[in-house]
Nanobody, 125 residues
């Protein structure tokens, strides 16, 4: 099993920045990639970004490309999501997820095996 704990959410004004962290523990050697998803009230959960543990290849949704940066610290088994130029529409619960899958379908939440509890991000206008 893999346990994921997110942190770093909060309230920020539009145009501001936040950094989310996701610390992984347990059998992390069985995972190949980490992803961030978000779910706004009344909406489906959507892909935000993903990163490969091995080579750091990263993937972003069009809505956050150029504003968000995903990174990882292999020694700490931690993944970060740096969010800049935040907009009110970025308001959501952000979830960290771990995948045993190796490929290019990281936008698909079905390839993720483990999920964190989520952290709230609220962007005020």
């Amino acid at each position: 099993q893999v346990q994921l704990v997110e942190s770093g959410g909060g309230l920020v004004q539009a145009g501001g920045s936040l950094r989310l962290s996701c610390a992984a523990s347990g059998r992390t050697f069985r995972t190949n990639a980490m992803g961030w998803f978000r779910q706004a009230p009344g909406k489906e959960r959507e892909f935000v970004a993903a990163i490969s543990w091995s080579d750091g290849s990263s993937y972003y949704s069009d809505s956050v490309k150029g504003r968000f940066t995903i990174s990882r610290d292999n020694a700490k088994n931690t993944v970060y999501l740096r969010m800049s130029s935040l907009k009110p529409e970025d308001t959501a619960v952000y979830y960290c997820a771990a995948s045993r899958y190796s490929g290019s379908r990281y936008i698909d939440e079905s390839v993720y095996n483990y999920w964190g509890q989520g952290t709230q991000v609220t962007v005020s206008s």
